[in-house]
């Protein structure tokens, strides 16, 4: 089983910046993959960014290219979102997920385990 908890969500300004973490705990497997998703209230769960456990390719919706990245420190089982120049509709839950295999996916039903989410606030 694979545990994932969240944590570094918080309030920031339009512009600002905020860095997530999820840690996983149990078994973690090279050829998995690490998606963060969010969902702000009254919308759909939206895929943000996913990233390889193995290799360092990456993807992102197109509403976070450039602003967003998303990382990981094996050693550290942790993965992490860097979001910069926040904007307001960046406001959501974000969830941190992982999926088995090693190719990247956008789609929730594809991601095995789920951590229970951090509240990120942007004011502007």
């Known amino acids: 089983q694979v545990q994932l908890v969240e944590f570094g969500g918080g309030l920031a300004q339009a512009g600002g910046s905020l860095r997530l973490s999820c840690v996983s705990s149990?078994?973690?497997?090279?050829?998995?993959?690490m998606g963060w998703f969010r969902q702000a209230p009254g919308k759909e769960r939206e895929f943000v960014a996913s990233?390889?456990?193995?290799?360092?390719?990456?993807y992102y919706t197109d509403s976070v290219k450039g602003r967003f990245t998303i990382s990981k420190d094996n050693a550290k089982n942790t993965v992490y979102l860097q979001m910069n120049s926040l904007k307001p509709e960046d406001t959501a839950v974000y969830y941190c997920?992982?999926?088995?295999?090693?190719?990247?996916?956008?789609?929730?039903?594809?991601?095995?385990?789920w951590g229970q989410g951090t509240q990120v606030t942007v004011s502007s």
């Open positions: 997920a992982s999926k088995s295999g090693s190719r990247w996916s956008k789609y929730e039903h594809e991601y095995d385990y």
């Open positions: 149990g078994r973690t497997f090279s050829s998995y993959v």
């Open positions: 990233i390889r456990w193995s290799g360092v390719s990456t």
